[in-house]
């Protein structure tokens, strides 16, 4: 397994758990009704899951990067 594999993976893992995290708290702000405050449990789930999810895109955005100029660099030298 490569560098960029691995970086994928572990990029792709990141993301699912903070795309989790935000799913969980839409669900918790919808499941608990509407009484006229706010949803804290939601709203700090939601201030960690976004973090997380583009901290996992970031790092799926720079294995692709790199997967893609290992790529070119390849064909290149051939």
């Known amino acids: 397994m490569n560098e ?3 970086l994928r993976l ?3 893992i990141i993301a699912a758990a903070g ?3 935000c799913v969980t708290a839409v669900i918790a702000t919808f499941a ?3 009484d006229g405050g706010a ?3 939601a709203g700090l789930l939601l201030l ?6 583009i901290g996992g895109g970031a790092i799926l955005l720079v294995a692709a990067v790199g997967s ?3 790529r070119r660099g390849r064909t ?3």
């Open 4 to 6: 960029f594999r691995a």
């Open 10 to 12: 572990v990029g792709g």
């Open 19 to 21: 795309g989790l995290l």
């Open 32 to 34: 608990v009704g509407f």
């Open 39 to 41: 949803n804290i449990g």
């Open 48 to 53: 960690v899951g976004v973090p997380v999810a």
């Open 68 to 70: 893609l100029v290992r």
């Open 76 to 78: 290149s030298d051939a």
